[in-house]
């Protein structure tokens, strides 16, 4: 018995002393891991804020092309049909926005939404006004869209609005 309690009593303080070296070395470790981690997140962001940039300036390009006005003055129409007119506006509007679907990796999915309403919004109102009966030809159609905005904001705008707002979010 006696040879027992010496041995528990040199066995228990190396117990003790392993307890909280694992324990110390553990809490160091997962320390590390967490900086390591962070150190790793901060390389991605640093590479991946210029990625970015690049997809809202790219953004803030499709919405300028896309405004009835910038559209209509850079499409001319080929004939005198407005319907025809109307289906190359709506055209090139997809084309841009097809151009730069894949950006949308690189924006909150609110503002992607915006877009998508900036977007379907101009179509609306060219489509709005090729329908109107004072608009028979694809000149009075292209006169009829640049007067529709003359004095209030497009969908366009309001699109570029929120991406700026997103924008100083993150560069703050």
Known sequence: MNLFLQTLSYCLPALIVAGIAYFFFDQYFKGEDKKRQW??????????????????????????????QKLTLRVAPTSEDKQAYEHLLIEHINAEFDH???????????????????????????HKLSTEEKVTSASSLREAILSEFMNKPTPSSNAVSHLVNEISTFIR
């Open 100 to 126: 730069n679907i894949t950006q949308q990796i690189y924006i909150s999915e609110n503002l992607w939404n915006v877009m998508l309403l900036a977007k379907n919004a101009t179509i609306q109102i060219i």
């Open 39 to 68: 150190l790793l997140l901060k390389d991605l962001q640093k590479e991946a804020l210029p990625l970015r940039l690049q997809a809202y300036e790219r953004l803030v390009l499709l919405l300028d092309r896309i405004s009835p």
